[in-house]
């Protein structure tokens, strides 16, 4: 048991927690119809489009989260702006905060 | 040889073995491959078995102090001097943490390179750089003077740089071994600089020595200033941190797990410097906040860097950037609240917190760039555009994957929750924005490996990929790793009252450290 400012936590204890969840869950289940075979409902549903052969479907990694790649654009455009490759400015950023760190612990430290 | 020579000795023998080793490889290389394989892993295996019986005498209280060439290793100071003038190599709880952390993972690492790297050519130099590798880091760890402190720092960066070139026939591997080189030194040129500026100062090289005459004039607030920059580029703190994803995606899987422990020895330096080295005498206020700041860049612009990579080992590569952020914030806030009545009670629990944390991003880590190796090993490529499906044949590196995915994320039961929780609920002391910022880097992270999982792992079969898992070294290698984030995620409280506790406890008590060596 790992003791925090606030409380505990007993890792064992989450595990026998998320078994009897699981169980509740199972048992819930068997409440369910039987003879339910599927149907529309049980189709996926892809913006109401046609959905390809299942087993070639495959979402590539550079197709997900774009929407919320969009929606940062402004921050990425930055991001991308700094992010050079090129070593000369690695050093650059280095003496930069060399030099924010002179001036915050030599003028700004108040002691 | 009895268990009282060894512990005597141990921190001596655990620099010397590996090293010596290091120069008999490429001799035994030329004579047999499959001796060498044996000499490496023998060696390995010895490394992390006396690191053990070393950390458990340490964590039980007992500091170990070892001089070198004295007739009386734990006599620090000779008879005709007043102060340290010999190499001292001192282990206190935080080095062993963190000796234990680098034996770990380059055990892990070099199971994993007997059939990683057999197609490549050059094994008898890669073995002995790797074991350079591991002779630097444990230098670092157990030095107690600032000038070999220089020293290993040298020989991790030189062996590191090496290993990052290993496959030199790619032009990307040079590329990134050449900023990994010009990093580093730069680096290690204002390291040695502000040891320079203490030295002159004070004539002393020894930590414990120069900690207790510290006066915090403005020499050593510029030497502080060279030592902060300069460790937190080598951990990859942002925006000093853009080496990181260019060294690391193109050196050999099992030499980028060793590269997260190197980049988390330099944070060791860092605060080894901080609190044992100054301490009290700084400014802890402006440092911690400092410290803080560097902590929450690196999270959110690591974690956020990470997401839109199309390169799995280069994504990987943001996240140690963006875990390095946690450690920076947890031990930050503990350097913050030093001093004042709030660090018994959230100050200590945000460094065990931010301690933790170094050991489990070392496992889960190190264990997600095996399986990014893996996963090379077999589709021959890193981009995720040109994966899919590959838990159909490699169901062992699918559930390694999925383990160390749950672990960063700080998914219940895994290790990574454990220590992220006691940051969450120690940092908010400072502010709740903290702890806030913390969880969001953690969903983010979540997202961001759902994306790596879907990609990679799911989905139809790849066509033209060979059936069937990596080779069982391999597989051995990301087994090691796998069991400790299983086991420290199920036994927090053990792990952080017998291993954590008394490296944090290590950090924050300076005068214990100054005592050690030089006593008074």
């Known amino acids: 048991m790992l003791h925090t400012p606030s409380g505990y936590w007993d890792p064992l204890l989450w595990i026998l927690a998320l078994i009897v969840a699981i169980l509740i869950a199972y048992i819930i289940r068997g409440f369910g119809r039987k003879d339910y075979k599927g149907g529309e409902q049980s189709k996926p549903f892809l913006s109401g489009m046609d959905i390809p052969d299942e087993k070639e479907l495959h979402i590539r990694a550079g197709n997900i989260y774009w929407g919320f790649m969009e929606g940062l654009e402004g921050y990425y455009d930055i991001m991308k702006k700094i992010h050079t490759g090129v070593v000369n400015d690695y050093v650059a950023w280095f003496l930069g905060v060399s030099a924010l760190l002179f001036i915050v612990i030599l003028i700004v430290g108040v002691t | 040889m009895n268990m009282n020579w060894l512990l005597t000795h141990s921190p001596a023998l655990l620099i010397a073995i590996p090293l010596l080793?290091?120069?008999?490889?490429p001799l035994i290389d030329r004579l047999s491959k499959r001796a060498r394989n044996v000499l490496v892993l023998?060696?390995?295996?010895?490394?992390?078995?006396?690191?053990?019986?070393l950390a458990w005498d340490v964590f039980t209280g007992n500091t170990h102090i070892y001089t070198m060439g004295a007739s009386n290793p734990t006599a620090t100071i000779p008879v005709q001097a007043a102060i340290p003038i010999r190499i001292v190599l001192e282990v206190d709880g935080l080095s062993a943490f963190m000796g234990l952390i680098s034996a770990t993972v380059s055990l892990a690492a070099g199971l994993y390179s007997l059939a990683f790297v057999r197609r490549e050519t050059g094994q008898g130099r890669y073995y002995t750089l790797l074991l350079l590798m591991l002779v630097g880091m444990?230098?670092?760890e157990f030095t107690g003077d600032l000038f070999n402190l220089f020293v290993f720092l040298e020989i991790l960066s030189i062996a590191s740089a090496a290993l990052i070139a290993y496959r030199f026939y790619r032009g990307d591997a040079v590329e990134g071994a050449f900023k990994y080189f010009v990093i580093s030194s730069l680096g290690a040129?204002?390291?040695?600089?502000?040891?320079?500026l203490l030295y002159g100062q004070y004539d002393l090289l020894n930590m414990a020595a120069l900690a207790k005459v510290m006066k915090y004039t403005m020499l050593d607030k510029i030497a502080l200033v060279l030592f902060i920059a300069a460790f937190a580029m080598k951990c990859g703190a942002i925006p000093m941190h853009m080496w990181v994803p260019d060294s690391y995606t193109v050196a050999p899987a099992s030499i980028t797990a060793m590269l997260v422990v190197a980049s988390q020895v330099s944070l060791y330096a860092l605060f080894r410097i901080c609190f044992s080295l100054y301490g009290l005498t700084l400014d802890v206020t402006t440092v911690g906040i400092?410290?803080?700041?560097?902590g929450l860049l690196s999270m959110f612009v690591g974690v956020t860097m990470a997401l839109p990579q199309k390169d799995i080992k280069r994504l990987m590569s943001y996240h140690a950037i963006s875990q390095t952020g946690y450690m920076l914030l947890g031990v930050g806030v503990g350097l913050y609240l030093i001093g004042k009545?709030?660090?018994?009670t959230y100050g200590m629990a945000a460094m065990e917190g931010g301690i933790f944390h170094i050991f489990n991003h070392a496992l889960y880590k190190g264990l997600l760039f095996l399986t990014a190796g893996a996963i090379f090993y077999k589709v021959k490529t890193r981009n995720l555009n040109e994966m899919r499906g590959l838990a159909h044949s490699m169901k062992f590196t699918a559930i390694f994957f999925m383990i160390g995915a749950f672990a960063i994320a700080g998914i219940p039961p895994f290790n990574g929750f454990a220590s992220k929780l006691l940051i969450y609920e120690s940092v908010y002391c400072v502010s709740p924005i903290l702890s806030i910022i913390a969880m969001l880097v953690s969903i983010i992270t979540l997202a961001s490996f759902v994306k790596v999982f879907h990609s990679a792992f799911m989905g139809p079969p790849m066509r033209n990929t060979k059936e069937g898992e990596v080779p069982k070294s391999m597989l051995i290698g990301m087994v090691i790793l796998t069991v400790g984030i299983i086991l420290f995620g199920l036994f927090p409280g053990w792990v952080v009252d017998h291993i954590v506790h008394p490296a944090a406890q290590a950090l924050a008590d300076q005068a214990a450290y100054i005592q050690a060596v030089i006593g008074g």
Do not use: C, D, H, N
């Not at chain 2, 080793?21 to 490889?25: G, I, K, P, S």
């Open chain 2, 21 to 25: 080793a290091a120069f008999l490889t």
């Open chain 2, 42 to 53: 023998i060696v390995l295996i010895t490394v992390e078995v006396v690191m053990i019986v």
């Open chain 2, 290 to 294: 400092i410290i803080i700041s560097l």
């Open chain 2, 189 to 196: 040129l204002m390291v040695l600089f502000a040891i320079g």
């Open chain 2, 341 to 344: 009545p709030e660090f018994s």
């Open chain 2, 138 to 140: 444990l230098g670092m």
